[in-house]
């Protein structure tokens, strides 16, 4: 009973284990027989459809593979052969060695020997083909096969059975030794015997040979000594297969590795010897290790084995050896150093400045190796760094010596420095203002000023002017004039502002004594000079009738209308109408008086004074309650007694007659009407010959005009020309100019030309400024040369402006009175009969650049002058 249950335990552990056998090989022969071809031209290509890594690993044995099938084949050939050989010569000489063997037997050896030898041959010729080089799986099998299987059909053929468990065990054991392919090969190649020796023969029914057809093909011990023979090669087989893949895997990592790390180092290497930067290794006792080509020439030197050979870098490197105990010392402290400059000898013994970035390197127990890093040659950026510190130097100097505060504040409005005027200025050191801003400075109501102002300059960008004040060191406000510029950065960013203050506070008190001076003049010359050239007037024409009546009778007639003896003296209602008084001098002459409102409250000419000027005003003005002179009237017949219905009738108790609040000039000095004024036939007069009277007339003028004109320029150059503008047509100022000189032209044979056209376009100006500057010009050429004078004006359109000339055929200019004809006071020195300030031309320049244009002369001695001017359209 215990032995049927042994069998029927052994019965169902074979069933599985022939089960499972039958799927391992089910499932590895599909891959087994799988194969692929390889490509032409000898490359190789995978026999198995597995996976990338595996092909990689099949194509690479492939060689060993193929050499190790050869080797198996030849061995086979050779031992299968010798048992040819040995039968050949047992049936020759009947070896006695050899165990007796019936006939039957023999011959079933020798057929068998010669069979496998057949298919061995056969093996050997399609190892030889391009089927079995492509397919090293097909030729393994065809070579297995024809040793063990071929035994077994020939032993079939025979109606045998023959278990040749020898001939099984050394093939299965040579295979596994010497042709190691694949494991599930190798099972295949033993399943394939077993296979066909326990099914075929069992099916068959086939036997043993004499004298063993008694005992039945197969026992256990059969069975178990194939299966372990068996199992032992093919567990060899993987095992070496798996340590293979493994050897292979590891080398081709090893080779990828190397092959990284050969690119890795030749780009390293790349990088270490193209780098612009030297790159160094150095040991703490001061050698270089390694040193590539950039620091061998930063050093002078030809190559990098020179820079290597240095043995003391301390000494022979470094002009201040500290220097490199310096970087030692910090190298040991941080660790690493960064940015370190120091001057070093070069090998031609010049010296360049270098900048070391380094760190040092140590072992896993802390103990310093060496010292690896970078050097730069700095030196043209310190040769920069020093050309830019001599230039910033230049211009601190520069600025300190300029007298004016100047200071400059970035964007956000803090002080980032100033010069020497400044801080003295403000009493302050430039550590004290650097950094501070306005509110720091100043009180707060200036400080707002201040504020507001950056804030539009910092808006608009530009350039920005304005008075304001400041508190100096003194503690007083002081009137200053600010000059403020942005600046930017070299990418186009608000850098901040730069200002410079000038003080004009002396300019103020300066302007106030000048308004003083003026004043003086105005009243204590002009007013004295206007009142002996009323009386002296009135003498030289007789009209001094209906004394102490009551009346004005005695002031009746006298000159051109009511204050006659005022009347027609120049451009205004009391005679001041020069362009600067001059007679006959080429730059000043006086001009009549201007057709355009010669009451005008516009007038150029000075405000005269009163007896309150106001404060504010370069010139005195007169009362507001002034009454106006009534218009001028013709003068009346010698022997009316009174004056016309509407003249004015001054006040009993005023001193002097009311004036015109736009009139240029002050009131002129008269008796009271009830004040007897001395006649021609009183008792105490005194003969005069009328040409002394004339001649007392004319220096009067004269001088009247010359205090205008210094007191007409003086306005000018405080508080510019006032225009009055609107569009005019040139013509009519020209032809009102000429109407007004006619008799001075007459009276000095001079012909005229007017070229102006009718045609021309309007143009933006003040007309009464433009008639004076004709009539100063015209008179200037008629005063300036001889009779019989020929003048020409014209007058063109250029684009958008108008020229206009003033030529006369005269006895002309030099060049040095060209170049200094407009300039204030100039004089020529051919000038006859003048005892001008030289102004005219001067007001002249003044009218035109006021108007936007410019103005000159053309001329040579001898040839004529041609005076020129533009105007702007608009």
Wanted: net charge negative; charged share 20%; aromatic share 10%.
């Amino acid at each position: 009973m215990k032995k049927a249950n042994a069998f029927l335990a052994m019965g169902r552990f074979g069933h599985k284990l022939k089960t499972t056998v039958l799927k391992t090989v089910r499932k590895y022969g599909r891959k087994a027989f799988s194969c692929v071809s390889l490509p032409t031209g000898g490359a190789i290509t995978l026999e198995y459809k597995a996976s990338r890594q595996d092909t990689e690993w099949q194509a690479a044995t492939y060689q060993f593979r193929f050499q190790r099938l050869r080797l198996g084949l030849a061995i086979a050939i050779v031992s299968v052969f010798t048992f040819i050989l040995r039968d050949i010569f047992q049936g020759l000489f009947h070896f006695e060695a050899v165990p007796k063997l019936t006939q039957d037997i023999q011959n079933l050896i020798s057929t068998i020997n010669i069979s496998v030898f057949l298919c061995l041959l056969g093996c050997l010729v399609l190892q030889k083909t391009k089927i079995g080089r492509n397919h090293l799986g097909l030729l393994f099998l065809c070579q297995s096969f024809s040793i063990t299987l071929g035994e077994q059909i020939v032993a079939t053929i025979k109606g045998f059975a023959l278990p040749d468990q020898l001939a099984w065990n050394i093939t299965f054991l040579t295979q596994a030794t010497l042709i190691p392919m694949r494991w599930y090969l190798h099972l295949w190649s033993q399943l394939g015997v077993l296979i066909y020796y326990f099914v075929v023969n069992t099916t068959l029914g086939l036997k043993l040979p004499p004298p063993y057809n008694d005992r039945p093909i197969y026992d256990v011990t059969l069975i178990l000594s194939v299966f372990w023979v068996c199992f032992i090669c093919d567990l060899a087989v993987y095992l070496y297969e798996s340590l293979q893949r493994s050897e292979f895997y590891a080398r081709k990592e090893l080779e990828t590795a190397y092959q990284r790390l050969g690119v890795a180092e030749a780009k390293y290497r790349s990088i270490f010897e193209n780098a612009v930067e030297g790159i160094f290794q150095s040991t703490p006792d001061g050698r270089y290790i390694t040193a590539n080509p950039a620091l061998a020439r930063i050093y002078g030197y030809s190559s990098p084995e020179e820079v290597t050979a240095l043995t003391d870098i301390e000494h022979q490197l470094y002009v201040d050896p500290q220097r490199y105990a310096e970087f030692v010392r910090l190298i040991e402290q941080f660790g690493n150093v960064s940015g370190f400059e120091s001057q070093i000898y070069r090998q031609d013994g010049s010296i360049v400045w270098i900048s070391e970035k380094a760190y040092a390197v140590r072992d896993g127990t802390g103990e310093l190796l060496y010292y690896e890093g970078m050097i730069e040659d700095i030196t043209k950026r310190k040769l920069a760094e020093a050309a830019l510190q001599e230039q910033f130097d230049f211009l601190q100097v520069l600025i300190d010596t300029i007298p004016a505060p100047v200071f400059y504040q970035n964007s956000q409005g803090f002080y980032v420095g100033c010069n020497k005027a400044f801080e003295e200025a403000l009493g302050l050191s430039k550590e004290q203002i650097i950094g501070k801003s306005v509110y720091d400075l100043a009180p707060k109501e200036l400080a707002d000023q201040y504020h507001q102002a950056d804030k539009v300059l910092f808006e608009d960008r530009g350039v920005q002017t304005y008075e304001s004040s400041v508190v100096y060191k003194d503690g007083k406000k002081h009137d200053v004039i600010f000059y403020k510029a942005t600046f930017s950065k070299a990418d186009g960013i608000l850098g901040g502002l730069v200002g410079v203050i000038l003080d004009i506070s002396e300019r103020k008190r300066t302007e106030e004594a000048l308004r003083v001076f003026f004043h003086a003049v105005s009243h204590d010359l002009r007013n004295p000079v206007l009142g002996t050239l009323m009386v002296l007037k009135n003498l030289l024409n007789g009209r001094m009738r209906g004394v102490g009546n009551g009346e004005w009778g005695g002031m009746r007639g006298v000159g051109n209308g009511e204050w006659g003896g005022m009347r027609g003296v120049g451009n205004g209602e009391w005679g001041v109408g020069t362009m600067g008084g001059d007679e006959g001098d080429k730059g000043d002459t006086e001009a009549t008086s201007s057709p355009y409102s010669p009451t005008s409250p516009h007038s150029p000419l000075p405000t005269p004074p009163s007896d309150s000027p106001t404060p504010h005003s370069p010139l005195p003005t007169p009362p507001s309650d002034s009454p106006t002179p009534p218009s001028p009237l013709p003068t009346p017949p010698s022997d009316s007694p009174t004056p016309p219905s509407d003249s004015p009738t001054p006040p009993s108790d005023s001193p002097t007659p009311p004036t015109s609040p736009h009139s240029p000039l002050p009131t002129p000095p008269f008796h009271s009407p009830h004040s007897p004024l001395p006649t021609p036939h009183s008792p105490s007069s005194i003969p005069v010959p009328p040409s002394i009277l004339e001649r007392m007339v004319q220096s009067s003028d004269r001088q009247l005009n010359l205090i205008n004109s210094l007191m007409e320029a003086h306005v000018n150059e405080v508080q510019g020309v006032v225009l009055q503008r609107e569009r005019v047509q040139l013509y009519q100022v020209v032809e009102a100019a000429i109407a007004d000189l006619e008799p001075m032209l007459a009276e000095n044979e001079a012909t005229l030309t007017n070229l102006v056209s009718v045609d021309l376009p309007s143009v933006n100006a003040d007309p009464t400024q433009l008639w004076r500057v004709f009539s100063n010009l015209i008179v200037n050429a008629v005063k300036h040369n001889r009779t019989s004078l020929n003048i020409t004006v014209n007058a063109t359109l250029e684009g958008e402006q108008i020229y206009c000339t003033v030529a006369d055929n005269g006895v002309g200019l030099s060049q040095q009175q060209c170049d200094h004809l407009f300039d204030l006071y100039f004089r020529g020195v051919n000038i006859r009969n003048s005892v001008s300030l030289g102004l005219g031309l001067y007001l002249c320049k003044q009218i035109i650049t006021a108007h936007g244009g410019d103005i000159g002369v053309k001329s040579t001695l001898g040839a004529g002058a041609i005076f020129w001017f533009t105007l702007p359209l608009n």
